[in-house]
């Protein structure tokens, strides 16, 4: 069964102290990992799709990063606005079940 | 572009009752899948429609079916509402599977 888990559940940071989120995952064979950041109420916004380990990518102040067993999100100099629950999700590869798998997500707060 | 679009924003049921939720995918994408996304909890993964089939179901009962139009927008149908049900409803829509792009969600609250 695949499974993702996120650490640390909640993050509060001040603007500008950078940090790390976590996402550990178990999967027969990886697709792709997935980064949403989704707002209270809202629906999540599409981030990055890692695929292989050693590849990163980045947007902004964010930067994904992904080894064969966990994915970081490097937060640069955060503002008041990257506040905000960070998902994780796996998807296995063909052979596998297919269904996107989610973690619990971090809430993170900045406070200016 | 619009970007997926679902409707209604907030929808109140009583228990045992029928509720319909709809989606419209992002332009030029022709897969959708729902969602499920209880308080503090990650989405859970209900169904997925390509070519107007379900292709994929995840761990929902029957009470939950779905539809795809040839225009590739899609109906979430849950019967029989339970409280449990209450939750915040995803549709996010895809190019053949690839990567996935959520709407707003679906506010469902059942009494």
Redesign the interface.
């Known amino acids: 069964e695949d499974q ?1 888990t996120q650490s640390p559940e909640a993050l509060r940071l001040q603007e500008g102290e950078s940090s790390s989120l976590n996402c550990s995952y178990t999967v027969s064979g990886l697709r792709g990992l ?1 980064w ?1 950041r989704q707002d209270p ?6 981030l990055f ?1 890692l695929y292989s380990a050693g590849e990163e990518k980045e947007k902004e102040r964010l930067k994904a990063t992904l080894t064969k067993k966990e994915s970081f999100l490097h937060i640069t100099a955060p503002k008041p606005e990257d506040s905000a629950t960070y ?1 994780c ?1 796996v998807q296995a590869a063909p052979g596998g ?9 971090t809430s993170l707060i900045v406070h200016p | 572009d619009a970007g997926v679009t679902q409707s209604p924003t907030h929808l109140i049921k009583t228990r045992g009752q029928q509720v319909t939720l709809r989606c419209s995918p992002k332009s030029g994408h022709d897969t959708v899948s729902w969602y499920q996304q209880a308080l503090g909890q990650g989405p859970q993964f209900i169904f997925q429609y390509y070519e107007e089939e379900e292709r994929q179901r995840g761990n929902f009962p029957d009470r939950f079916s779905g539809h795809q139009f040839p225009n590739y927008s899609s109906e979430l149908n849950v019967n029989a509402l339970l409280l449990g049900d209450s939750a915040l409803y995803l549709c996010a829509s895809s190019f053949s599977g690839g990567d996935a792009f959520f709407g707003q969600g679906t506010r469902l609250t059942v009494v």
């Open positions: 993702v997935f949403y109420g809202k629906g999540p916004e599409f799709t998902l999700a079940s297919y269904i996107p798998t989610f973690g619990r997500g």
